[in-house]
């Protein structure tokens, strides 16, 4: 079965410190690729991250980077020097290239609170 | 580019009634999704469309409908509201390569059915 497993429903980091928000998923397909996207209370579903399969290095978007395990099959976020606006929930989400619907798998995410 | 646009943005619909979520995109994407968002909880997927004229139904399609007339609009139909139709509605769109192909969000609608 196809699946994404985010485990920390919430987590808290102090502002300047990095955090790494875990992410595993399964599936059998060979090629996929990795989302990470980022709903602030406002409400609106933000792309941060994209990572591919056969990707040899982790992705990396400004102070968001992917740590990307492919024998573990994880694909963590890192945010480096949190900021207040940092404080959202964090989804991750998969998306198997086998086939033509090109849909996404959701985590139920985890909650993020920025301490200043 | 305006992106993905959904209206309305929020909306009380009584039950029994019906009504439709508009979502429109100007980015030329093939791909289109619906979901839905219950309060504390992920993304369910409704409804999505590989092209225009071609939809298929996702995990929770009871209760809705769609259409993708063009390249630009999918429209998704609540018909015989119920009150576990209330949630925040998000319509979304990509394009096709294998490569990437994050999806870009609307603002969302919030439904509440009383």
């Known amino acids: 079965a196809q699946k994404i497993t985010q485990t920390q429903p919430g987590m808290f980091v102090q502002e300047k410190e990095a955090v790494t928000l875990d992410c595993t998923y399964d599936t059998s397909d060979p090629s996929y690729g990795l989302f990470w996207y980022k709903q602030p209370s406002s409400g609106e579903m933000i792309f941060l991250i994209y990572?591919?399969?056969?990707d040899q290095q982790n992705a990396t978007e400004g102070r968001y980077s992917l740590n990307f395990q492919k024998a573990r099959k994880s694909a963590n976020l890192v945010i480096s020097a949190s900021q207040l606006g940092d404080s959202a929930m964090y989804f991750c989400a998969m998306r198997p290239n086998a086939g033509n619907n090109r849909k996404l798998i959701w985590g139920l995410g985890t909650s993020l609170a920025v301490n200043p | 580019n305006a992106g993905v646009t959904q209206t309305p943005k929020f909306r009380i619909l009584k039950i029994g009634q019906s009504m439709t979520l508009q979502c429109t995109q100007d980015?030329?994407?093939?791909?289109m999704y619906w979901y839905r968002q219950d309060p504390g909880m992920g993304l369910k997927l409704i409804y999505y469309?590989?092209?225009?004229?071609?939809?298929d139904k996702g995990e929770v399609p009871n209760g809705y409908n769609v259409s993708r007339s063009t390249t630009e609009d999918f429209p998704l139909r609540l018909e015989l509201a119920a009150p576990s139709q209330t949630s925040v509605y998000f319509c979304a769109s990509s394009y096709g390569g294998t490569r990437g192909g994050e999806q870009y969000f609307g603002p969302g609608t919030r439904l509440t059915v009383t």
């Open positions: 990572q591919g399969s056969y």
């Open positions: 469309s590989v092209g225009a004229g071609i939809t």
């Open positions: 980015m030329n994407h093939n791909y």
